[in-house]
């Protein structure tokens, strides 16, 4: 019988405000990309969030540095752009910043377009907190269940390859 299985949940280390699980587990660590990540996964899975404020900032004067991070996203198996507010927010021009709510959005979009990394909007870090431990949780499930296939498939494949390589 299989024991019950929670991968640990690695917040980073420069995190400000990390989010709070009540599912699994979770520790501080550094990543190279990201602020949220699986231990064993890390060059895997990685989640990168922002509030309202911070997209606003990513979009106009650290436009840069963010593009950079969003270029590195596109090599994980599984990355998103976690948006803790709502699309509503910043139609409504609900931050502080003489960017216009359009740009903001038409940025966000192209940015979506162009890295491949899906971008997913929650009311609160509740939810933003609930849904990084759902998909850590099933993206692991997966990878182990994957890996436990490969392993299967492998029992007595030596032995096998053995005997065609003697025939080579």
Same mark, same amino acid.
């Given at each position: ?108 979009? /192209?940015? +979506?377009? &162009? ?9 609160? $870090?509740?939810?933003? *907190? !609930?849904? %990084? ?6 993206? /692991?499930? +997966?990878? &182990? ?9 492998? $029992?007595?494949?030596? *032995? !096998?390859? %053995? ?6």
């Amino acid at each position: 019988m299989e024991s019950k299985f929670l991968p640990v949940i690695i917040v980073d280390s420069r995190e400000q405000a990390p989010l709070m699980f009540k599912h699994l587990p979770a520790r501080p660590g550094p990543l190279t990309t990201g602020d949220y990540s699986i231990v064993g996964a890390e060059e895997l899975f990685s989640i990168e969030r922002k509030s309202i404020p911070d997209l606003v900032s990513s979009c106009t004067t650290e436009r840069e540095r963010f593009e950079r991070e969003l270029h590195r996203l596109r090599g994980f198996q599984f990355a998103r752009l976690l948006i803790v507010g709502s699309e509503a927010e910043i139609q409504d021009h609900r931050y502080r910043s003489n960017a216009m709510p359009k740009a903001i959005l038409h940025s966000l979009w /192209a940015f +979506e377009a &162009r890295y491949g990394v899906p971008v997913v909007f929650v009311p609160d $870090v509740d939810r933003a *907190a !609930a849904l %990084v431990e759902r998909w850590a949780f099933w993206f /692991a499930r +997966e990878i &182990r269940t994957t890996a436990s296939s490969m392993e299967k498939a492998a $029992v007595g494949e030596p *032995a !096998a390859r %053995v005997q065609q390589l003697g025939r080579v």
